[in-house]
Nanobody, 121 residues
Framework: VQLQASGGGLVQAGGSLRLSCTAS????????MGWFRQAPGKKREFVGV????????AYADSVKGRFAISRDNAKEMLYLEMNNLKPEDTAVYYC???????????????WGQGTLVTVSS
């Protein structure tokens, strides 16, 4: 599946931002979808995941309670709502897809290009 993330930008600490990810090429509702991020000089890390049916989500501890993942299978869209942003959330954010749940939270098979989120203090 082809993925394209968008919605990044510059935001002040405490602010909010919503990222979107469009998908095409395969049956979107058969894929679990995830968000990952990579901060400068750091390894890419898991942010959160939503199951293919949209009924279950899971998050990294660092974003739990502040970020929310959702999907619209009819529109083949994935979203990441980010609230109460902190400077340490600054990173390139990537959307990812995989039909295997264990893989989607570790090494997804399909990746979109990243979108940069910068949080100023």
């Amino acid at each position: 599946v082809q993925l394209q993330a968008s919605g990044g930008g510059l935001v002040q600490a405490g602010g909010s931002l919503r990222l979107s990810c469009t998908a095409s090429g395969r049956t979107f509702n058969s894929y679990h979808m995830g968000w990952f991020r990579q901060a400068p000089g750091k390894k890419r890390e898991f942010v959160g995941v939503v199951r293919s049916n949209g009924r279950s989500t899971a998050y990294a501890d660092s974003v739990k309670g502040r970020f929310a993942i959702s999907r619209d299978n009819a529109k083949e869209m994935l979203y990441l709502e980010m609230n109460n942003l902190k400077p340490e959330d600054t990173a390139v954010y990537y959307c990812a897809a995989d039909q295997d749940y264990l893989r989607i939270i570790t090494t997804p098979g399909d990746w979109g290009q990243g979108t940069l989120v910068t949080v100023s203090s």
